[in-house]
T-cell receptor, first 118, second 113 residues
Framework: SAVISQKPSRDICQRGTSLTIQCQVDSQVTMMFWYRQQPGQSLTLIATANQGSEATYESGFVIDKFPISRPNLTFSTLTVSNMSPEDSSIYLC???????????????FGPGTRLTVL | GENVEQHPSTLSVQEGDSAVIKCTYSDSASNYFPWYKQELGKRPQLIIDIRSNVGEKKDQRIAVTLNKTAKHFSLHITETQPEDSAVYFCAATQGEYGNKLVFGAGTILRVKS
């Protein structure tokens, strides 16, 4: 599997500000995803980060609130804009990795970024 | 779109007993079904997965079964140990060619010693 890192690991932010979260993989991957995990809840897909093109957002998530960059095959960023306390969550990136059986849909997760908005 | 339901929401078992977690999905085109284990404060870890052309897969104490007709799949953990205590999530791909995963709500498994 790939080694996935995220920065920062946690942050406490004031409402109205923005935070950019970085996701770095140690090998090239085709698909990168961003998820949100609210306290005690499951994982919800925010968007798919596409290399060289705009991200694809899921219903309920918009680019103005969660702009995403994917400048190359090993790196992506997610920005949480104009934050409110409701944005307090864990944000996780994941990557599709070659499973060795002809499939590329095996997803591995980064360690997550714990965001608290005051 | 895909909808994944997971039961039970919490499960307490005695050490050494078996644990079974069940999931149902709605999209008949889904073809990949992973299970993740998430310990407190940690990232979700893939523990086992199954594809639609297989009915059962086993890895030591963990097994997954898939019934495509009924659109449900289950995680079986035998000889449970305290370190099995965690939250378990099932997931299913959205559509036949999709890479996107839709997750169940999660099951809190407590193994009592």
């Amino acid at each position: 599997s790939a080694v996935i890192s995220q920065k920062p690991s946690r942050d406490i932010c004031q409402r109205g500000t923005s935070l950019t979260i970085q996701c770095q993989v140690d090998s090239q991957v085709t698909m990168m995803f961003w998820y949100r995990q609210q306290p005690g809840q499951s994982l919800t897909l925010i968007a798919t980060a596409n290399q060289g093109s705009e991200a694809t957002y899921e219903s309920g998530f918009v680019i103005d609130k969660f702009p995403i960059s994917r400048p190359n095959l090993t790196f992506s960023t997610l920005t949480v804009s104009n934050m409110s306390p409701e944005d307090s969550s864990i944000y996780l990136c994941s990557v599709d990795f070659w499973a060795g059986d002809g499939h590329t849909d095996t997803q591995y997760f980064g360690p997550g970024t714990r965001l608290t908005v005051l | 779109g895909e909808n994944v339901e997971q039961h039970p929401s919490t499960l307490s078992v005695q050490e050494g007993d078996s644990a079974v977690i069940k999931c149902t999905y709605s999209d008949s085109a889904s073809n990949y079904f992973p299970w993740y284990k998430q310990e407190l404060g940690k990232r979700p870890q893939l523990i086992i997965d199954i594809r639609s052309n297989v009915g059962e897969k086993k890895d030591q104490r963990i097994a997954v079964t898939l019934n495509k007709t009924a659109k449900h799949f289950s995680l079986h953990i035998t000889e449970t140990q305290p370190e099995d205590s965690a939250v378990y999530f099932c997931a299913a791909t959205q559509g036949e060619y999709g890479n996107k995963l839709v997750f169940g709500a999660g099951t809190i498994l407590r193994v009592k010693s």
